[in-house]
Nanobody, 120 residues
Framework: QVQLVESGGGLVQPGGSLRLSCVAS????????MGWYRQVPGKERELVAR???????NYADSVKGRFTISRDNAGNTVYLQMNGLKPEDTAVYYC??????????????WGQGTQVTVSS
């Protein structure tokens, strides 16, 4: 199956920066979408940013202009550059990758999550 390995979380001060990374491996024919979601206790998991195989991107209104998602197809890696971090960005961030394992077999995989804490 497709496995995702996340890294880059940590504790930062307000206004600081952090870069998250997610590497996909396993039986993959093609990757269609890669994205980042975040969740806080008692709240729904929300989409932070998404990038498609053709490079189109979508961002949550709350992070637009501060976060940038990018993709390295050769390494099956997606990044989330987070600048100007705010306390409300504090959450567990999850990587999500969707695509095809074969001509008629799709996959939708999730990482284990990485904690991002923004506090002074």
């Amino acid at each position: 199956q497709v496995q995702l390995v996340e890294s880059g979380g940590g504790l930062v001060q307000p206004g600081g920066s952090l870069r998250l990374s997610c590497v996909a491996s396993g039986s993959i024919l093609s990757i269609i979408t890669m994205g980042w979601y975040r969740q806080v206790p008692g709240k729904e998991r929300e989409l932070v940013a998404r990038i498609t195989s053709i490079g189109s991107t979508n961002y949550a209104d709350s992070v637009k202009g501060r976060f940038t998602i990018s993709r390295d197809n050769a390494g099956n890696t997606v990044y989330l550059q987070m600048n100007g971090l705010k306390p409300e960005d504090t959450a567990v961030y999850y990587c999500n990758v969707g695509g095809m394992r074969g001509p008629i077999t799709s996959f939708d995989s999730w990482g284990q999550g990485t904690q991002v804490t923004v506090s002074s």
